[in-house]
């Protein structure tokens, strides 16, 4: 079913000598989470928060999972609004997944560019970090 509903399900059983016999019963068909995030500035080897935006309809989401996109076992997270600290530059696929109480789930793929940190010099003595900000939306 394409959108969620109440939906009134047919079935008809019919035996080898002709005999049939029709159930009739309602279905449920539960609301697909909206799964959405963004995050903070990204560099490498700084921590970047990740916030969760999700949300769904006449329900409660109860999990949430991410996957940073480096490939590594276990550079995943199972809460809300984690932190990740990328240790190289680079483009990276996250994948963020919303579990809801009826499990129902949807997951977001979303492409970041993480930023090698630079260093700049205004004057001998004044030195700044820079590396460029970059939030994802839904």
């Given at each position: 079913?394409?959108?969620?509903?109440?939906?009134?399900?047919?079935?008809?059983?019919?035996n080898s000598g002709g005999c049939?016999?029709?159930?009739?019963?309602?279905?449920?068909?539960?609301?697909?989470?909206?799964?959405?995030?963004?995050?903070?500035?990204?560099?490498?080897q700084k921590s970047v928060a990740?916030y969760d935006t999700s949300s769904?309809?006449?329900?409660?989401?109860?999990?949430?999972?991410?996957?940073?996109?480096?490939?590594?076992?276990?550079?995943?997270?199972?809460?809300?609004?984690?932190?990740?600290?990328?240790?190289?530059?680079?483009?990276?696929?996250?994948?963020?997944?919303?579990?809801?109480?009826?499990?129902?789930?949807?997951?977001?793929?979303?492409?970041?560019?993480?930023?090698?940190?630079?260093?700049?010099?205004?004057?001998?003595?004044?030195?700044?970090?820079?590396?460029?900000?970059?939030?994802?939306?839904?």
């Amino acid at each position: 079913y394409t959108q969620p509903g109440i939906y009134w399900v047919n079935l008809r059983a019919e035996n080898s000598g002709g005999c049939a016999k029709d159930f009739t019963r309602p279905l449920e068909v539960r609301p697909l989470p909206q799964t959405g995030f963004y995050n903070g500035l990204i560099c490498q080897q700084k921590s970047v928060a990740f916030y969760d935006t999700s949300s769904v309809v006449k329900d409660s989401l109860i999990k949430y999972y991410w996957d940073f996109g480096t490939g590594v076992l276990g550079d995943t997270s199972n809460v809300r609004n984690p932190a990740f600290s990328y240790s190289e530059p680079g483009d990276y696929v996250i994948k963020h997944k919303t579990i809801s109480s009826f499990g129902c789930e949807h997951t977001l793929s979303k492409l970041v560019k993480v930023d090698q940190q630079k260093a700049s010099s205004a004057g001998q003595f004044n030195k700044r970090l820079k590396c460029r900000e970059l939030f994802v939306y839904q």
